[in-house]
């Protein structure tokens, strides 16, 4: 074990590809219909998950159905907003612009630059092969150094080093940081890989296995570090008040991922869920809620469907008359203001949709309530908050921001 131990807070880049409302909505969809069966949102093209919504209990079954298997996956180059860092590999390193996934835990590389061998690149030989629906990645597990900032130094990380990448644009792969059980099926003759976080943990660099999140709500498409990722604790700085620890819910298919219980009312007297179970997912860009519970929020807030982008839209009347939503994690509420519902204006082209209107950034997951995955607390909830994904006390962390209450939207 190490002698020094560290917590370490690392920039990473937030980007907004252009894409129309309507796939953006249709990602978030499938991710949590996928999500909701049960399946591993990376898994291997060669595995189906199933879960029991009764005991929890997972099974895996080899499938020879390619198409039957890419039902099982979602892509993580779907996600409208996307979150870089630059990671060095090798020693020498080299640096790799790698995309930040909590839906995911294999760490690879090769998509975009070459993977470079040095004096610590050694190869198991075995098979490394991963689905991401409209996106796939195939090759060798390498054992490497890998490194995070100027000091995060892990040994013997296992990587992917990709022979054949389909669906990545400039990047060159992936930094899985979810739960390490998502890595089950992806190495052959391997029952699950080691995410970077856990051999943080094991190597005795980091004190916890756990990382906090900090997004600054961002109004433009230019490509700036207005994120954080801090590994082994939290940033002080980055929230304010104390931060509300929820344990992983019990319910499944939510507790196998980053699953939280929650209750969520519009105002004070609409309740549009009840100690509900879903999942905080920075993959998903939207909230997204069970279809009742979508229901009576359009009707609390007198918002119509925007055909051309598949989103509610409200007035300006309408907006200056919305209330707050109330997030119950925990022994605490969370308020997500009316101006935190409605996505930045300043984007409103980004969607295609128009720049004088209001869109609402709430939105029907598609499934009624009692699935035991009815929500996800995707990136539009997400920035008006601090997130810590904490494997070693199995719990998720909230807490608000100088940003909670801002009205940049």
């Given at each position: 074990m190490?002698?020094?131990?560290?917590?370490?807070?690392?920039?990473?880049?937030?980007k907004?590809?252009?894409?129309?409302?309507?796939?953006?909505?249709?990602?978030?969809r499938?991710?949590a219909?996928k999500l909701?069966?049960?399946?591993?949102?990376?898994g291997?093209?060669?595995?189906?998950?199933?879960?029991?919504?009764?005991?929890?209990?997972r099974?895996?079954?080899?499938t020879?159905?390619a198409?039957?298997?890419?039902?099982?996956?979602?892509?993580?180059?779907?996600?409208?907003?996307?979150?870089?860092?630059?990671?060095?590999?090798g020693?020498?390193?080299?640096?790799y612009?790698?995309?930040?996934?909590?839906?995911?835990?294999?760490?690879?590389l090769?998509?975009?630059?070459?993977?470079t061998?040095?004096s610590?690149?050694?190869?198991?030989g075995?098979?490394?092969?991963?689905?991401?629906?409209?996106?796939?990645?195939?090759?060798?597990?390498?054992?490497?150094?890998?490194?995070?900032?100027?000091?995060?130094?892990?040994?013997?990380?296992?990587?992917?080093v990709?022979?054949?990448?389909?669906g990545?644009?400039?990047?060159?792969?992936?930094?899985?940081?979810?739960?390490v059980?998502?890595?089950?099926?992806?190495?052959?003759?391997?029952?699950?890989?080691?995410?970077v976080?856990?051999?943080?943990?094991?190597?005795?660099?980091?004190?916890?296995?756990s990382?906090g999140?900090?997004?600054?709500?961002?109004?433009?498409?230019?490509?700036?570090?207005?994120g954080?990722?801090?590994?082994?604790?939290?940033?002080?700085?980055?929230?304010?008040?104390?931060i509300?620890?929820?344990?992983?819910?019990?319910?499944?298919?939510?507790?196998?991922?980053?699953?939280?219980?929650?209750?969520?009312?519009?105002?004070?007297?609409?309740?549009l869920?009840?100690?509900?179970?879903?999942?905080?997912?920075?993959?998903?860009?939207?909230l997204?809620?069970a279809?009742?519970?979508?229901?009576?929020?359009?009707?609390?807030?007198?918002?119509?469907?925007?055909?051309s982008?598949?989103?509610?839209?409200?007035?300006?009347?309408?907006?200056?008359?919305?209330?707050?939503?109330?997030?119950q994690i925990?022994?605490t509420?969370?308020?997500?203001?009316?101006?935190?519902?409605?996505?930045?204006?300043?984007?409103?082209t980004?969607?295609?949709?128009?720049?004088?209107?209001?869109?609402?950034?709430?939105?029907d997951?598609?499934?009624?309530?009692?699935?035991?995955?009815?929500?996800?607390?995707?990136?539009?909830?997400?920035q008006?908050?601090?997130?810590?994904?904490?494997?070693t006390?199995?719990?998720v962390?909230?807490?608000?921001?100088?940003?909670?209450?801002?009205?940049?939207?």
């Amino acid at each position: 074990m190490s002698s020094r131990v560290v917590i370490r807070a690392l920039p990473f880049t937030t980007k907004f590809p252009k894409r129309h409302a309507k796939d953006i909505l249709a990602s978030d969809r499938s991710r949590a219909k996928k999500l909701l069966r049960g399946c591993q949102p990376h898994g291997p093209a060669a595995f189906k998950h199933r879960t029991n919504l009764t005991t929890g209990l997972r099974s895996a079954a080899k499938t020879s159905d390619a198409s039957d298997a890419a039902d099982d996956t979602v892509a993580v180059t779907d996600a409208t907003v996307t979150y870089t860092l630059a990671v060095g590999v090798g020693s020498p390193a080299t640096d790799y612009t790698l995309l930040i996934d909590t839906g995911s835990s294999n760490t690879w590389l090769g998509a975009d630059k070459k993977y470079t061998s040095t004096s610590t690149s050694k190869s198991t030989g075995h098979t490394f092969n991963v689905s991401y629906g409209s996106g796939s990645v195939r090759g060798t597990e390498y054992i490497d150094q890998v490194t995070l900032g100027d000091d995060l130094v892990i040994t013997n990380q296992s990587i992917g080093v990709a022979s054949t990448a389909q669906g990545f644009n400039d990047v060159d792969g992936i930094l899985g940081i979810g739960p390490v059980d998502l890595t089950q099926g992806t190495v052959a003759s391997t029952s699950s890989v080691p995410t970077v976080t856990d051999n943080l943990y094991s190597q005795g660099t980091i004190p916890n296995e756990s990382i906090g999140i900090f997004y600054q709500p961002t109004t433009s498409t230019e490509e700036v570090a207005n994120g954080e990722m801090t590994f082994g604790g939290t940033d002080d700085e980055r929230f304010t008040g104390e931060i509300t620890y929820t344990p992983i819910t019990s319910t499944s298919p939510a507790s196998n991922y980053w699953g939280i219980d929650q209750t969520v009312t519009y105002g004070e007297s609409t309740t549009l869920m009840s100690n509900l179970a879903g999942i905080v997912d920075t993959g998903t860009t939207l909230l997204l809620i069970a279809t009742d519970a979508f229901q009576a929020y359009q009707k609390a807030t007198g918002a119509t469907m925007d055909n051309s982008t598949g989103l509610l839209t409200v007035t300006e009347e309408q907006y200056n008359s919305m209330q707050s939503m109330f997030f119950q994690i925990g022994d605490t509420t969370f308020e997500f203001t009316p101006n935190a519902q409605i996505w930045p204006r300043n984007l409103n082209t980004l969607l295609g949709g128009t720049s004088d209107k209001i869109y609402l950034v709430t939105s029907d997951m598609g499934s009624e309530s009692g699935q035991g995955l009815d929500f996800i607390d995707g990136f539009a909830f997400l920035q008006r908050f601090y997130s810590v994904y904490d494997t070693t006390n199995s719990r998720v962390g909230i807490a608000k921001t100088e940003y909670t209450t801002a009205t940049t939207n």
